[in-house]
């Protein structure tokens, strides 16, 4: 089992850099898939970015793709979303997750952090 803390969230100006991290307990780290979801008010949740267990792939939804960088560091159990260039429309609760396969499908993940909020003004 999974326990999952993200941190690094807060509120910055379009066209600013955040780095979310998001902490990881247990052994298991290294065989899990990870990812990045975010919600926004009155928004489902929706999928930002996804990284393998041994970083050898990773994904991103359309909209983050040249902007957010999903890493991870298993030795330290924790996966990084590095954002650059924000907009006003990346404003959103953000929440890591651990996956048993590498997927994009919010079902497929069974592990959720408590999120940490981004709010980017214009």
């Known amino acids: 089992q999974a326990q999952l803390v993200e941190s690094g969230g807060g509120l910055v100006q379009a066209g600013d850099s955040l780095r979310l991290s998001c902490a990881a307990s247990?052994?298991?780290?290294?065989?899990?898939?990870m990812g990045w979801f975010r919600q926004a008010p009155g928004k489902e949740r929706e999928f930002v970015a996804s990284?393998?267990?041994?970083?050898?792939?990773?994904y991103y939804t359309d909209s983050v793709k040249g902007r957010f960088t999903i890493s991870r560091d298993n030795a330290k159990n924790t996966v990084y979303l590095q954002m650059n260039d924000l907009k006003p429309e990346d404003t959103a609760v953000y929440y890591c997750a651990a996956s048993t396969v590498y997927s994009s499908k919010r079902e497929e993940y069974r592990y959720w952090g408590q999120g940490t909020q981004v709010t980017v003004s214009s």
């Open positions: 247990g052994r298991s780290f290294g065989r899990y898939g």
């Open positions: 990284i393998s267990a041994g970083s050898m792939s990773t």
